[in-house]
């Protein structure tokens, strides 16, 4: 048995979309008042300087997928083009960070429809979803949902994110034109009317340098996603022509609708109200929006923050499994985890070890009581993982020339090896920034930092690789051949 490939380019482009957009659209930019101060009315400007590594990235994604369509993308394009070692390290504490992030994103969603139902008068639904356990158990409801849709096969899958990235569109569109058709002026007569005074605006804004840059680092997180078309590359359509236009779209839209959500919010709310309300409170898109928008129209909002977050989990379980699926095809990972469903022809056994450790990351982020740490281990280990992505793409025409002259995109070497290395230019500065601001911040212990955790995941990771190394030798298998060839198609490694 084989992946099946049916996933057309609607299904991909879903898959990134839903991957990249989650609530944080809602919260990031606005919230970034409080964690850059000072970054002030430049926001959109730190988005689009933040969005630069995230094309670069796309582009030596889109161009190695026309070489190696296969499941589990991100890790083959770099054991193939760059080291063996390599590709698995940052691939593992991709699927690291992406796993506990899948826990973080089912139990967040239900805070969001609490608020919801609370906007809708129904106290008593409001007030249950505040309980621990029924906010546990609805989150491994969600969760297996979705583990159970990815079993049933691509067409059960783009069938569950097809309809809900529309409506995640067209909820998100509420704010959109809501912003553009008021003004401040209306926004300030709003603020009145609820508060019996005016609002004055005594906040001044002075650009700096480093608080741009340390804002476009955490802008940055925003476009993480599109590599999980690159993870379904065994079930594409006419992968080498779908695969990068479909990366190529979802950066287009994706970052359209980020720049026009942010831009319609700060149209219609003064900046400076902004970001003197995230000094002391936790504020987001629908409570800003709130001042000028009808009750009902604010709890269209947050419903599209609750969709926008249930979109992540299908897709992020796709990537994840995909990751585990390519490890067992190579050896590095037990066998059975690489079994197809015989009737859905989907990865089973990886889909179920990806549910189970997103439901370890549910019970985390309930009992830890700070999810926050997981997301920022995943930034750090995506950093990585397009900084070594973008080297691959530099290094591959040396390292396999077989496999570079199979690249159709970018396929003229010398276009090639310069974005590769100005991705890797660019992808280690931000993750510089990143680095540097994690080490800075005040924690508790050594392990409430994102960059000590990723180390502790790489060393495991290390251990695990060397330790299959050796038992590939033991069994006779040449893995410097096998690692420079892709898995064949019917779902068994190829080897000598």
């Known amino acids: 048995m084989a992946l099946s490939r049916q996933m057309g380019l609607a299904g991909l482009v879903a898959t990134g979309v839903c991957s990249m957009i989650g609530a944080s659209i809602h919260v990031v930019p606005f919230m970034i008042q409080r964690h850059v101060p000072g970054i002030g009315p430049y926001v959109l400007w730190a988005f689009v300087f933040a969005a630069l590594p995230a094309i670069l990235a796309a582009l030596a994604y889109a161009s190695l997928a026309t070489a190696m369509p296969r499941a589990g993308g991100s890790y083959l394009y770099a054991s193939r083009g760059l080291h063996p070692y390599w590709g698995f390290v940052a691939s593992f504490s991709q699927w690291f960070g992406l796993s506990i992030v899948i826990g973080v994103v089912a139990y967040v ?123 379904a590359g065994g079930e594409a359509k006419n992968p080498s022509k779908k695969l990068p236009l479909a990366i190529g779209l979802t950066i287009l839209v994706v970052g359209a609708f980020y720049l026009l959500f942010t831009a319609a919010v700060y149209h219609a709310v003064p900046w400076a109200f902004v970001a003197e309300q995230a000094i002391s409170a936790d504020i987001t898109a629908p409570g800003l929006m709130g001042y000028i928008l009808p009750a009902g129209w604010t709890i269209l909002i947050l419903a599209g923050a609750a969709v926008a977050l249930l979109n992540d989990l299908p897709a992020m379980l796709l990537s994840v499994s995909r990751l585990m699926f390519a490890w067992a095809e190579d050896g590095i990972f037990p066998k059975k985890i690489s079994t197809i469903h015989p009737q859905y022809q989907s990865p089973v056994v990886a889909l179920w070890a990806s549910g189970l450790i997103g439901s370890i990351g549910i019970l985390g982020s309930h009992f830890a009581g700070d999810f926050f740490l997981g997301i920022d281990i995943m930034v750090t280990s995506m950093m990585v993982n397009f900084l070594l992505i973008c080297l691959t793409l530099a290094v591959i025409g040396q390292k396999n020339p077989a496999l570079a002259k199979e690249i159709k995109f970018l396929n003229n070497p010398k276009p090639r090896e310069f974005i590769g290395w100005t991705g890797v230019v660019v992808m280690l500065f931000f993750l510089g920034i990143h680095t540097a601001k994690d080490l800075q911040a005040t924690r508790e212990a050594w392990y409430f930092h994102s960059t000590w955790v990723w180390l502790a995941v790489m060393a495991i990771g290390s251990l695990i690789f060397f330790f299959q190394m050796q038992q590939m030798k033991k069994r006779g298998i040449d893995a410097n051949k096998r690692f420079q060839r892709l898995p064949v198609e019917n779902g068994k490694t190829q080897i000598n």
């Open 109 to 231: 969603t239900v805070p969001f429809l609490r608020d919801v139902a609370a906007a809708m008068a129904w106290e008593q639904l409001a007030q249950a979803l505040d309980l621990g356990w029924v906010r546990v158990l609805l989150a491994l409801a969600f969760l297996w949902l979705f583990v159970w849709i990815n079993i049933q096969g691509t067409k059960s899958y783009e069938n569950a994110v097809l309809p809900m990235m529309f409506l995640m569109f067209a909820l998100g569109a509420i704010v959109i034109v809501a912003g553009f058709s008021s003004s401040q002026e209306d926004f300030l007569a709003a603020y009145q009317e609820r508060h019996g005074g005016s609002w004055t605006n005594d906040t001044t804004a002075t650009f700096s340098w480093s608080t741009f840059f340390s804002a476009g680092a955490i802008l940055f997180a925003s476009f993480i996603g599109f590599d999980s078309i690159a993870q």
